[in-house]
């Protein structure tokens, strides 16, 4: 683009404005060490959460959620300025590809709760399974929706 | 009476890179750079000129040693693309209804 000081034809200046703001509202690939290091993050949690409860120190419960939430929102927020645009709301087009990812977090997670009881596990297990399959689920839907971005990207 | 044209916004580069910021929260300086397609010291120009309209904010921090600057739309800005757009969309939608008009009389 120039740095022409020049006024330009209506369509021209929507047409600009319009390419702006789809560059803008495009998805960002998400980096290589959120997926796993959000997995490292459930597990623990998980793990966490079993110990407390086994171990009858229910006050431990709110500072596990209290530092998980202090430690995946940095995460996140360092992840969404990675690529240098923080978007409003979820990028255009992949909003089903993320909705599926929350149903699939969650869903592994309750199923590892479900198997570990279904075991006769105690609370340890049952929270540190979901923790574990609800950390991995996210993973390979990062990984996922890194895909789509990409297929994406290359198809324009 | 309808809004006027935005003097500032009238330029292609100031005109991009607040629709740019407009559709996101925040950008670095370099992705808006890469994305609109311009110079560091054409970029550095529009976003002095937004800023002194008070159209754009811009933040200047470190990541480790290395200096990085943040560009934001303000109220102000977005509420002026927006003015900016509608009058460009009536003008393009005057202009298709003249020719259409003269068309459908010739």
Redesign the interface.
């Known amino acids: 683009?120039?740095?022409?000081?020049a006024?330009?034809p209506?369509?021209e200046?929507?047409r600009?404005?319009?390419?702006?703001?789809?560059?803008?509202?495009r998805p960002g690939r998400m980096p290589g060490w959120y997926g796993g290091f959000f997995a490292f993050a459930f597990a623990a949690y998980g793990l966490g959460v079993g110990q407390a409860i086994e171990s009858g120190q229910h006050w431990l419960l709110g500072v596990l959620g209290g530092a998980f939430g202090a430690v995946s929102g940095a995460a996140a927020r360092i992840a969404m300025?990675s690529?240098?645009?923080?978007?409003?709301g979820v990028p255009s087009g992949i909003g089903g590809p993320v909705v599926l990812g929350v149903l699939g977090v969650c869903g592994a997670g309750v199923a590892g709760m479900a198997i570990a009881w279904l075991a006769g596990g105690g609370p340890r297990w049952i929270a540190t399974t979901a923790g574990f399959a609800a950390g991995f689920a996210f993973w390979a839907a990062t990984g996922r929706l890194n895909r789509v971005v990409r297929r994406r990207a290359e198809a324009r | 009476m309808p809004p006027a044209l935005d003097p500032l916004l009238?330029?292609?580069?100031r005109?991009?890179?607040l629709?740019?910021?407009?559709?996101?929260?925040?950008?670095?300086f370099?992705?808006?750079r890469d994305?609109?397609?311009?110079s560091d010291s054409?970029l550095s120009?529009a976003a002095t000129a937004l800023e002194e309209a008070g159209y754009v904010a811009v933040k200047k921090g470190y990541v480790g040693k290395r200096p990085r600057t943040w560009l934001a739309a303000t109220g102000a800005g977005r509420a002026a693309?927006t003015a900016h757009?509608a009058e460009?969309?009536r003008?393009?939608a005057a202009?298709e209804e003249a020719g259409a008009r003269h068309g459908s009389t010739a």
């Open positions: 683009m120039s740095d022409s000081t006024g330009l209506a369509a200046a929507l600009l404005a319009e390419h702006a703001r789809e560059a803008a509202q300025r690529d240098g645009i923080v978007r409003r | 009238q330029h292609p580069t005109l991009t890179v629709a740019f910021l407009g559709a996101c929260q925040e950008a670095e370099g992705a808006v994305h609109c397609e311009v054409v120009k693309l757009l460009l969309r003008l393009v202009a």
